[in-house]
């Protein structure tokens, strides 16, 4: 059993971070070249610590299996990114933004992590701005504003649909300059696949050079992982295709107990799945929910074209069922309904899709109106489909998108491993069960730019950590580990390829662990799963050696991963007698269909502790409500 | 959606290190017309690694057409014949039953081959590190609208600031310049104020890099423009040809 202390702060919540950063202690500005950091994952949250550290003057390792840190998948987040500026004089302040957060996370996150998020919010816009980050603007020269999901407020700051991108290629420049000042220096194609543990302590990393197979060692006193989210477990995601778990796994199995891994964000609005070679999943904005409307046939089996079916015979089923927010409903209740639908066997053509429909929006504002707002994204939907939107109501599906769930940390960003921090969708603190659009963001620019900057320093003054010889039996050991399981999966030698085996884990998965769970489907899952794994580890077969680059090998090694992972899902989800955000069980909804959340009994965060392949040990981290009372989501 | 598969012949670059004869091998493959280029890769690579036969390697990530990793040469167009597509957003519905492909890497003394169709585009990162950035320590920004930026200027901006940093403007041109992916970000922070400042440097130790790495002259052919995935202008190219000469002059006591 291991003590989870989220070491929050005393006093009221609005003062808790500035009275935490007053009682932090510092690293001497002369002091801080004098450490070694290492950085895994150049995305938002990766490159934004990174640069923060270097500016400060810390010597930063930051490490990438990307050629470059621009082509993270942070790159790839559309609508934009919440901040509670209050520009519009909607109301809006950082205690909505932070009541807005706690709830539409169904009450399981941690109060303090969520207000400090909405706290620096407001920093986070003007840091970006002021690196040149080109915001949409109004004619006057003011930040332009939208509602994104889940909010009634306009809050959101984009830029056209390609906000992450211009936030990363900020965050990017901020690295660069970093890189070019020689405080950080650049590991690229390098992959994570061990973390080294010294005395209890997280003092490096062990890495598959990707280009040439070694495998090296670096040393540092802090271990920082920014490295994304786990959804490409599901194998067909909107993640990007080398997204992966590996640096968290292979650090939970070091000891950092994994949390909630059972609360995934399945997004309401992606292109459908057309065949079965399908490499991933597209998403679209959602931002589209604030002018399309969501429909199905009322008829079961109708395949008539959706011109021909008038309006009467039309189920605007989000619009029916929560008048207050209709369309734009949180995803989770979205993907939920549209799910539900389908299964009525009301979906498009009977198939798995429903429609987004934006004739009203060409009624109100004209096609130009609309090619204004969403343009690209009609352009890429056309491109992908081939059809055009602005003739045909577009076709959508729900697609697994984010984690919430990840290693576990405490308020300082650090999981129960002394000295290995955690950012980004990596971890597990501010979403609860489920993420509001335009937060994540908001979460891995706030843990870079603005958290781990301060808290790091604190670890580093009061515990002191040594500078470890990458000579060392630690270091040694750990090699040793990642060159055997390298050979093991290249001697494995069987019939099957990764991904066929990881496309039936990912079927597992979407069926059992998706948008709906029931005990029976989750312990079946857990067998299969288990059993999956078993003929992974007989049966795959990969194709190479160990010392070139080889991408069978590197995909491998991440299924091995998602094979542990899968299962430890199942587990949560199975642990879970409740339904909350993204984590809906059959057994626990309310008459009229919706989560039934119970509050007394599983108002906690379920870490886990790696045992074994197929072991873990449940610990557990009660969330107390002391600003927000509980309550029970109501979107009606 | 439509399953009518049509049939390809695909001829694919393979080299197996940077210093190995490449050439190339013939695939014929039917393929559903719903499916990305890039799928039919993958398709043809579980075939080969089912028959214990070395993979193609190729680069791709996001597969929504921003990280920039993905870049092949189709039939000689840097990302295929269609504009503003990147390889990953190249359906096969854009190709004929009986057509054939001919796939390659992209091809520039400054993207040297790693394996097959993965170039080596660090000397991007090199250029955008001598000040594809503006000075600004996190915890000091001013109130994010205490500088008002006009609507025009800050698209004009983000227009510049959409480029993804593939390499297709280097691959589609013969000298291989990287004039058209040096200026989008010279232009991004010659327009905004934020990069006053550092203005005059900026292009100066940019451009010095830039030819350092073995990337060519620009000799206004457009090519790169075409072949853009995201249609940045050539016009940024004219804007940094501007900054650096005003450069040479406004700055001469501040840089080195």
């Known amino acids: 059993m291991i003590k989870l202390d989220s070491h929050v702060p005393e006093g009221n919540i609005s003062e808790k971070w500035a009275n935490h950063k007053f009682s932090m202690k510092l690293v001497n500005p002369a002091n801080k070249r004098k450490y070694d950091i290492i950085v895994v994952g150049t995305g938002l949250a990766g490159a934004s610590a990174a640069a923060t550290l270097g500016e400060l003057g810390y010597k930063v390792k930051a490490f990438s299996y990307h050629d470059s840190p621009r082509r993270a998948h942070s790159i790839a987040a559309q609508g934009g990114i919440n901040a509670a500026k209050n520009y519009q004089n909607d109301a809006d302040s950082v205690f909505r933004l932070f009541y807005d957060t706690v709830k539409g996370g169904d009450f399981r996150s941690r109060e303090a992590n969520v207000y400090r998020l909405a706290d620096v919010s407001n920093n986070i816009i003007d840091q970006c701005v002021a690196q040149g980050v080109p915001f949409a603007r109004e004619y006057g020269g003011m930040l332009a504003n939208r509602s994104f999901g889940g909010a009634q407020v306009s809050r959101t700051f984009y830029a056209r649909g390609e906000t992450g991108q211009q936030l990363l290629l900020g965050a990017y420049g901020s690295l660069n300059r970093q890189i070019h000042l020689g405080n950080v220096t650049m590991f690229s194609r390098r992959e994570m696949l061990d973390l080294v543990v010294v005395n209890g302590k997280a003092q490096g990393i062990i890495v598959r050079n990707l280009v040439n197979g070694e495998i090296e060692s670096y040393s540092a006193q802090a271990v920082i992982l920014a490295t994304g989210g786990y959804m490409n477990v599901y194998f067909l995601s909107t993640n990007a295709m080398n997204s992966n778990a590996t640096a968290s796994w292979r650090a939970h199995k070091r000891g950092a107990v994994y949390a909630n891994p059972c609360y995934t964000q399945i997004h309401p609005t992606c292109l459908p799945v057309h065949g079965e070679n399908q490499s991933k999943l597209v998403l679209m904005s959602e931002s589209l929910r604030n002018d399309g409307r969501i429909w199905v046939p009322k008829k079961i089996g109708d395949t008539r074209s959706p011109k021909d079916i008038p309006e009467s015979e039309r189920d605007y089923y989000l619009e029916r069922k929560y008048p207050a927010f209709g369309n734009l409903v949180p995803r989770d209740v979205a993907s939920r309904n549209a799910k539900y639908v389908c299964d009525e066997g009301r979906g498009i053509g009977g198939g798995r899709a429903v429609y987004l429909d934006f004739s009203e929006a060409f009624n109100r504002i004209g096609k130009e109106g609309v090619k204004d707002k969403y343009g690209n994204l009609f352009d890429m939907y056309q491109n992908i489909t081939g059809t055009n939107p602005y003739e045909v109501p577009m076709q959508i599906y729900p697609a697994p998108h984010y984690a919430m769930g990840g290693l576990w940390v405490d308020y300082n960003l650090m999981s129960n491993v002394p000295g290995l921090f955690v950012l980004g969708e990596a971890n597990f603190s501010d979403h609860g069960a489920n993420r509001l659009g335009a937060s994540a963001l908001m979460q891995g620019l706030a843990d870079g730019y603005f958290v781990i900057p301060y808290t790091l320093g604190n670890y580093l003054t009061t515990e002191k950590p040594a500078k470890v010889d990458p000579k060392s039996n630690e270091f040694k050991e750990a090699e040793n580990n990642v060159k055997e399981n390298v050979s093991k999966l290249l001697n494995v030698n069987g019939k099957q390829t990764v991904d066929s085996i990881h496309k039936r884990l990912g079927h597992i998965l979407i069926d059992k662990v998706g948008m709906s769970r029931s005990e029976t489907g989750l312990k079946e899952a857990i067998k299969s799963i288990s059993e999956l794994r078993q003929e992974f580890w007989n049966d795959v077969k990969i194709v190479g050696k160990g010392n070139e680059l080889n991408q069978t090998l590197e995909r491998a090694g991440r299924v091995s991963d998602f094979l542990e992972l899968g299962e430890l899902m199942a587990l949560d989800a199975l642990n879970r007698n409740e339904s909350c955000g993204g984590h809906f069980r059959e057994e626990y909804q309310t008459v009229e269909g919706e989560a039934l959340r119970r509050d007394d009994e599983y108002s906690y965060v379920a870490a886990w502790e790696f045992k074994k392949p197929g072991m873990w040990e449940l610990n557990k981290e009660n969330l107390e409500f002391e600003t927000i009372k509980l309550a029970t989501r109501s979107y009606k | ?256």
Request: with cysteine; aromatic share 8%; net charge negative.
């Open chain 2, 1 to 256: 959606m439509d399953n009518n598969h049509i049939h390809l012949t695909l001829n694919i670059w393979r080299q197996e290190t940077p210093s190995s004869k490449g050439f190339f091998e013939e695939f014929k493959q039917d393929v559903s017309p719903d499916s990305s280029l890039l799928e039919i890769l993958d398709e043809i690579n579980n075939r080969l690694e089912a028959e214990g036969k070395r993979p193609i390697a190729f680069e791709s990530d996001c597969r929504e057409g921003i990280c920039g990793t993905c870049g092949l040469v189709v039939n000689g167009n840097p990302h295929g014949p269609l504009p503003k597509t990147a390889t990953c957003q190249l359906h096969m519905r854009n190709f004929n039953d009986g057509e054939t492909l001919f796939i390659e890497p992209f091809r520039a003394t400054a993207f040297p081959i790693i394996k097959d169709l993965i170039v080596d585009r660090s000397g991007f990162d090199k250029i955008q590190q001598a000040g594809g950035f503006v000075s600004f320590n996190a915890g000091s920004a001013p109130d994010a609208n205490a500088i008002l930026i006009p609507k025009k200027i800050a698209d004009l901006a983000l227009d510049a600031a959409e480029c993804i940093g593939c390499g297709a403007c280097v691959a589609a041109c013969k000298n291989s310049s990287a004039m058209l992916f040096v200026s989008a970000k010279v232009s991004q922070f010659a327009i905004l104020p934020q990069g006053q400042p550092e203005r005059y440097e900026r292009v100066q130790a940019m451009v010095k890099v830039m030819d350092e790495n073995l990337f060519g002259s620009c000799t206004n052919t457009y090519a790169c423009e075409a072949e853009c995935p995201k249609g940045i202008s050539v016009s940024n190219i004219a804007r940094m040809n501007r900054e650096y000469i005003g450069a040479k002059f406004k700055t001469e006591e501040l840089v080195d």
